[in-house]
């Protein structure tokens, strides 16, 4: 196999390739480092890397379960590496997901690589769980269902195609299969005069917004007590949105490694303008000046 390149610069010569194919719509590589550990790239962006996907996933898929007052129908869009699909299904309130992924390469990337298998827990074989291969803005437009969850999964706006995701009109399509108490949560991954507009986009359909932030470094760094690195390569961001105010209703499951009940207040961001995040977790990180 070629040697790829991603956000971080090009895979390290003694990476084992454990599934490369050039889809319709990506390129995809998964890599396995000599720790064991596995790193995703889509179009050589990263994605995820498995030491630290733990805090990125709680904080996209448990957040918005904890909240909902009764989380039993969900909608993931995105999501094919079942990762957070894997974490919705830990909640017994959970009944029926519908995961709604664009690649099917991805799809057969995560049900037959042994490391995604063990790493997504097969969630994607869960009898709870239907998988639907299409694109996630005709199925929102066409669907005749309301979700009590509905979970964005969905790669960085990195391009134009992307950008349709992230914008007004999609947002009210969500609206349209979503009720009054329903919670939606979208990963952003955008420094502070990205992250704001989308926001805003989501704002014109959900009026209560709960902005998140999450150092992945925090699973490195696990009980060391070692203050956050202002590096802005190992955050991501998040808005979780509803149509009414919304508040921590559970605990989070078994297997939930770094989210807690009372951390959620505290990875809410407070500011709304300037070129860091403010939280009660990190305080004025990352700064993206």
């Known amino acids: 196999m070629s040697e790829a390149t991603n956000d ?27 720790s064991g550990h596995i790193n995703l790239t889509l179009d050589d962006v990263w994605q995820f890397r498995s030491q630290d996907e733990h805090v990125f996933h709680e904080v996209l898929a448990d957040t918005p379960i904890l909240m909902a007052a009764s989380p039993a129908k969900v909608l993931i869009l995105g999501g094919g590496d079942g990762l957070a699909l894997r974490n919705v299904l830990r909640y017994p309130a959970v009944r029926q997901v519908t995961l709604c992924e664009l690649d099917p390469c991805v799809l057969h990337m995560t049900r037959t690589i042994p490391a995604m298998v063990e790493l997504s827990e097969n969630s994607l074989a869960d009898p709870r769980a239907q998988i639907i291969a299409a694109d996630a803005l005709s199925f929102v437009e066409t669907v005749d269902a309301r979700y009590d969850v509905v979970i964005c999964d969905f790669p960085a706006q990195t391009s134009p ?33 990205g992250f704001w507009p989308i926001c805003a986009a989501v704002e014109a359909s959900f009026e209560w917004l709960h902005p998140m932030l ?70 004025q990180l990352p700064d993206y000046r």
């Open 161 to 193: 195609e992307l950008s349709r995701l992230f914008a007004p009109e999609f947002f009210r399509t969500l609206e349209a299969i979503t009720h009054e108490h329903s919670v939606v949560s979208i990963q952003v991954s955008q420094d502070p005069a």
């Open 8 to 34: 971080n610069g090009p895979c390290a010569p003694n990476e084992r390739v454990l599934y490369r194919e050039r889809s319709a719509f990506q390129d995809i590589l998964l890599a396995q480092e000599p």
């Open 214 to 283: 999450a150092n992945l470094d925090a699973a490195d760094a696990a009980g060391a007590g070692d203050p956050p690195s202002g590096d802005d390569d190992n955050w991501a961001d998040f808005v979780v949105a509803s149509h009414t105010p919304q508040v921590v209703r559970s605990e989070p499951a078994e297997g939930v490694r770094f989210l807690t009940g009372p951390r959620i207040p505290r990875l809410r961001i407070r500011n709304r303008a300037g070129d860091h995040f403010e939280t009660d977790e990190y305080g």
